[in-house]
């Protein structure tokens, strides 16, 4: 069992910056493709970023909406997974999920809230 806890959410102006951190106790974020998700109200759960395994050289990729104005990375020695949020937009507001993924594992976290007036 990996248990996963988000922080760093909160609210900001639009064309601001959060950072929110994904700490995973239980298991490494070395070996998991980790993953930012997203829910607006009403909406379904999507997909935001990843990165995937060291062993599998750490790529990342980004739903097109936030394609250069957010990173994700891993901190192997915090055991942590990061997502910087710049230039952000009202659009960019939601519960935001850090989901952990090795083999056939899947965990969640309880999400943490963003939200980004205008």
């Known amino acids: 069992q990996v248990s996963l806890v988000e922080s760093g959410g909160g609210l900001v102006q639009a064309g601001g910056s959060l950072r929110l951190s994904c700490a995973a106790v239980?298991?490494?974020?070395?070996?998991?493709?980790m993953d930012w998700y997203r829910q607006a109200p009403g909406q379904q759960r999507d997909l935001v970023a990843r990165i995937s395994s060291i062993t599998s050289g750490g790529v990342t990729n980004y739903v097109d909406s936030v394609k250069g104005r957010f990173t994700i990375s891993r901190d192997s020695a915090e055991n942590t997974v990061s997502l910087q949020m710049n230039k952000m937009k009202p659009e960019d507001t939601a519960v935001y999920y850090c989901?952990?993924?090795?083999?056939?594992?899947?965990?969640w976290g309880p999400g943490t809230q963003v939200t980004v007036s205008s």
């Open positions: 239980g298991g490494s974020v070395n070996v998991a493709t």
């Open positions: 989901h952990y993924q090795f083999g056939e594992y899947n965990f």
